[in-house]
Nanobody, 124 residues
Framework: QVQLVESGGGLVQAGGSLRLSCAAS????????VGWFRQAPGKEREFVAA????????YYADSVKGRFTISRDNAKNTVYLQMNSLEPQDTAVYYC?????????????????WGQGTQVTVSS
């Protein structure tokens, strides 16, 4: 079992930045890749970014490439999502998730553990 807790969400103006954190506890953190997903009201959950167990491989959705950066600190059992140049369409609940596919995955179906989510609201 892995427990995940997200933090860092909030309200920000368009063009601003936020950094989300995902703190993990339970089984060894390096056993898992970690991904960020988001779900806006009335929309399906979508992939945002993922990072392999070592941090060497990263993946991004086209919509966030060049604006978001995913990283991890295995000594702190934490994954971060730095979000810059935020746009109103980035408004959503952001979830982190852990996958046993250690090199990373973009499909939510491959993630076994999920956090409760943190709200990000970008005003225009």
């Amino acid at each position: 079992q892995v427990q995940l807790v997200e933090s860092g969400g909030g309200l920000v103006q368009a063009g601003g930045s936020l950094r989300l954190s995902c703190a993990a506890s339970g089984r060894p953190f390096t056993s898992y890749a970690v991904g960020w997903f988001r779900q806006a009201p009335g929309k399906e959950r979508e992939f945002v970014a993922a990072i392999s167990w070592s941090g060497e491989r990263v993946y991004y959705a086209d919509s966030v490439k060049g604006r978001f950066t995913i990283s991890r600190d295995n000594a702190k059992n934490t994954v971060y999502l730095q979000m810059n140049s935020l746009e109103p369409q980035d408004t959503a609940v952001y979830y982190c998730a852990a996958s046993p596919v250690r090199n990373g995955a973009t499909s939510g179906a491959l993630y076994a553990y999920w956090g409760q989510g943190t709200q990000v609201t970008v005003s225009s």
